[in-house]
């Protein structure tokens, strides 16, 4: 993706920093003497000998747009990181107008391999790969960019457009010994997935077809192309795997409205071209996550066996407020993925490692929250926290009827917010509250009576009320949840962050994430509450929220 952004941790803005989330200075801030800037732009995530690696692009100058390098940092849990030095700076003229997103592939003999977009002296989008310097460290601190750069380029036989030419996929193999990697692009509105092959993974040739294009979906950013298991188990498969127990997922960042939209389908290996169980990819595909999330990467976890998905989350402040704050942009927490026991769409959940960080859990076993009424969960950190709460219906009496001309979930949440009385909800969380509920975020749900004695699940974040500062976006986002609200119950999980609020609705079915500026609701005067706005009474079957420790940054 053609965008950079960068953070500095800095004194007297502690409240926008992100004490549990990746690549945020974490430690105590009146500890803190060397200050640093580091970008969050996804790029290039893998596990080497053990440490995971995440790379992202880098502006050393400000918190502003300007032509990244590639900074580094390293883990061993997903959840404390150390920074490691520049790892791809301009060096030869395949990226002498900067370094852009791109993927990591692990090749026989463990050996990494970095395929990126680079602008070269024309701002023409290439492709450039690099190697480690020294394959011993596991801390792969150097890299070397080939002599043969840039690997894949535009020309006017290839018919690619060099301003839409960008964002190279982890590469696979299959049988017949090639390697196979997606290029995204488009060809007028048409978004597309170019397909390059080949033996050497130095020199590459273009397919003569796409592996799938749709029309009027604009520019493909940041394509993924992974395989999923089929049975609905939480383990990941490495990304050359074929047969006839995965199915594929095909992901795109589209860079007309800045969503993370996939499908699931078939990889037909004779024809090399993909077939999604849906006839389209578009905005009205199935999303990663339904609020503030983009450009994001998932890798394969060799050690663990999971497929690991890491997003961006950008700001809703003003450019301006991003340079007094001196920082732009953050990553989300780590998010394990695979395909649900119906094959219909993909679980997310957070990395089992951020529970290293839970203390002081508050318990509540079952309590009815009657209509028109909340209660306030006591003793705990209300800015830096993490949720788990399950809902029953206690009847449906007041169930309202769900309107074929509701199609649109976040128009439908903005219509009816957390304050608007509705017959089954809202219920929910409200977060990032203050005391007298002059600011909140509230995370919630609606239960509606549909055609043919089916509910509609409508999950919404309502951030209306985040703020008393008028400048930040205070979108209401929200989603429908595929669950039966009677036989499964309704459950939310929601990490909470000063500036950042992360909801895993329908037990990790739909995410959506929220960026917000709280003016009140900071520190030790933010509150956290369950609430019920709706006429009927809803009952909490089991409520623990945890207060989060910091993690840390060297």
């Not at 690696?53 to 959840?79: C, E, I, K, M, R």
């Not at 490691?84 to 990591?104: V, Y």
């Not at 942009?329 to 679980?347: A, E, F, M, Y």
């Not at 079952?366 to 209509?371: D, E, P």
Request: hydrophobic residues 40%; aromatic residues 12%; glycine residues 6%.
């Amino acid at each position: 993706m053609l965008l950079t952004m960068s953070i500095t941790i800095s004194k007297t803005l502690s409240h926008f920093l992100i004490p549990f989330f990746l690549m945020i200075n974490l430690i105590e801030l009146h500890t803190i003497s060397n200050l640093s800037r580091i970008g969050l732009m996804v790029l290039g995530p893998m596990i080497y000998k053990g440490i995971y690696h995440l790379f992202y692009q880098y502006n050393p100058n400000g918190a502003v747009w300007a032509p990244p390098v590639w900074a580094h940092s390293t883990s061993t849990d997903l959840v404390n990181w150390t920074p490691q030095p520049i790892a791809i700076q301009a060096q030869m003229e395949a990226n002498i107008n900067g370094s852009w997103s791109g993927s990591a592939t692990i090749l026989p003999g463990n050996k990494p391999a970095m395929l990126f977009t680079g602008l070269n002296p024309k701002y023409e989008q290439v492709q450039v790969l690099a190697f480690p310097k020294d394959l011993s460290d596991p801390y792969l601190k150097e890299w070397a960019l080939v002599a043969q750069n840039p690997v894949m380029y535009p020309t006017p036989e290839n018919n690619i457009n060099a301003s839409s030419f960008r964002d190279p996929t982890t590469a696979w193999m299959l049988p017949d010994g090639k390697w196979r990697v997606l290029v995204g692009s488009k060809t007028g509105t048409t978004g597309t997935s170019l397909l390059f092959r080949s033996k050497d993974f130095v020199n590459w040739v273009q397919a003569k077809h796409t592996l799938y294009s749709y029309k009027d979906s604009g520019m493909w950013e940041c394509p993924d192309f992974f395989p999923v298991y089929a049975n609905g188990k939480a383990i990941g498969v490495e990304t050359s795997t074929i047969g006839p127990k995965v199915r594929h997922v095909l992901k795109n960042s589209l860079d007309d409205t800045k969503h993370d939209i996939y499908t699931i389908g078939t990889y037909d290996v004779k024809k090399d071209a993909y077939v999604p169980d849906v006839g389209f990819m578009n905005d009205s595909s199935l999303r990663y996550d339904y609020g503030k999330y983009y450009a994001s990467k998932t890798f394969f976890d060799d050690v663990t066996k999971r497929r690991i998905l890491l997003g961006w989350a950008n700001e809703s402040s003003s450019v301006e407020d991003d340079i007094e704050k001196g920082w732009s942009g953050v990553h989300t927490i780590p998010r394990s993925i695979w395909l649900d026991s119906h094959g219909k769409q993909l679980i997310q959940w957070p990395v089992c490692e951020i529970e290293a960080l839970r203390e002081k859990p508050v318990k509540i076993s079952t309590q009815v929250i009657k209509g028109g009424s909340l209660i306030e969960i006591p003793a705990v950190t209300a800015t830096q926290a993490d949720v788990e709460v399950s809902f029953a219906i206690h009847h449906l009496k007041n169930i309202e009827k769900f309107e074929a001309s509701w199609t649109d979930p976040q128009l439908l949440c903005s219509q009816k917010g957390a304050s608007v009385k509705g017959g089954l909800g809202p219920f929910g969380l409200m977060t990032l509250a203050s005391k007298d509920l002059e600011e909140y975020t509230a995370v919630f749900f609606r239960v509606f009576k549909a055609n043919h004695n089916k509910f509609v699940v409508l999950m919404c974040s309502d951030q209306s009320r985040s703020s008393l500062d008028p400048t930040p976006d205070k979108t209401t986002y929200g989603t429908f949840v595929d669950v039966n609200p009677i036989r499964e119950g309704l459950s939310l999980r929601i990490l909470i962050d000063h500036s950042i609020v992360e909801s895993f609705g329908g037990k990790g079915k739909n995410v959506i994430t929220s960026r917000v500026y709280p003016t009140l609701a900071k520190y030790d005067n933010a509150h956290l509450f369950a609430f019920n706005y709706g006429m009927s009474s809803i009952k909490i079957t089991s409520l623990t929220a945890w207060s989060m420790k910091k993690a840390n940054i060297a």
